[in-house]
T-cell receptor, first 117, second 114 residues
Framework: GAVVSQHPSRVICKSGTSVKIECRSLDFQATTMFWYRQFPKKSLMLMATSNEGSKATYEQGVEKDKFLINHASLTLSTLTVTSAHPEDSSFYIC?????????????FGPGTRLTVL | AQTVTQSQPEMSVQEAETVTLSCTYDTSESNYYLFWYKQPPSRQMILVIRQEAYKQQNATENRFSVNFQKAAKSFSLKISDSQLGDTAMYFCAFIPGTASKLTFGTGTRLQVTL
């Protein structure tokens, strides 16, 4: 199957700083990528849909100015958590949609664990 | 809006036995896809099996098979000959044919024991 990478796998930062997480589709092009947040022992919560060359679409309740998304190429989307606070600590997962594949399958990155001190 | 319900928060099965995880969904769409994803302790999401709603035949992938009951909006996952490596969280997910956003269930934590 298609491979999606995320970098970094884990990051620890101080409160008030910004953190950028990268999501790359390694062997396919993805005009659409998705960013999820997962709390411990909970399901994935969709934060936003990242669209190549256009603005991201955010889910209700997600602050677009806090979680900046950029999808500048067909293989890369970035999520920047601005002015991070301890409550932003979580596991962030991206996925990429392989439009050449079947059934709208999404391939997931390995996730990024963010800890804000 | 679509909803996906997994009524079993946790399940346990002995190695080599068979276990069935339940999933129900609610939608007004006629065309859609259903998925089961596995999330092991590594937290990497892995696609286990997919089902297209327009296909009557139940999907199978080696030891994994589904019981898709479209009228009842039920999509259960059967794992045969359970292995220790099957220990994971299992998420049922739904996507309408006209959109690309996945809706996940709350998950079932499966523990395979010796």
């Amino acid at each position: 199957g298609a491979v999606v990478s995320q970098h970094p796998s884990r990051v620890i930062c101080k409160s008030g700083t910004s953190v950028k997480i990268e999501c790359r589709s390694l062997d396919f092009q993805a005009t659409t990528m998705f960013w999820y947040r997962q709390f411990p022992k909970k399901s994935l919560m969709l934060m936003a849909t990242s669209n190549e060359g256009s603005k991201a679409t955010y889910e209700q309740g997600v602050e677009k100015d806090k979680f900046l998304i950029n999808h500048a190429s067909l293989t890369l989307s970035t999520l920047t958590v601005t002015s991070a606070h301890p409550e932003d600590s979580s596991f962030y997962i991206c996925s990429a949609r392989d439009e050449a594949g079947e059934g709208d399958e999404q391939f997931f990155g390995p996730g990024t664990r963010l800890t804000v001190l | 809006a679509q909803t996906v319900t997994q009524s079993q928060p946790e399940m346990s099965v002995q190695e080599a036995e068979t276990v069935t995880l339940s999933c129900t969904y609610d939608t007004s769409e006629s065309n859609y896809y259903l998925f089961w994803y596995k999330q092991p302790p590594s937290r990497q999401m892995i696609l286990v099996i997919r089902q297209e709603a327009y296909k009557q035949q139940n999907a199978t992938e080696n030891r994994f098979s589904v019981n898709f009951q479209k009228a009842a909006k039920s999509f259960s996952l059967k794992i045969s000959d359970s292995q220790l490596g099957d220990t994971a969280m299992y998420f049922c997910a739904f996507i309408p044919g006209t959109a690309s956003k996945l809706t996940f269930g709350t998950g079932t934590r499966l523990q395979v024991t010796l």
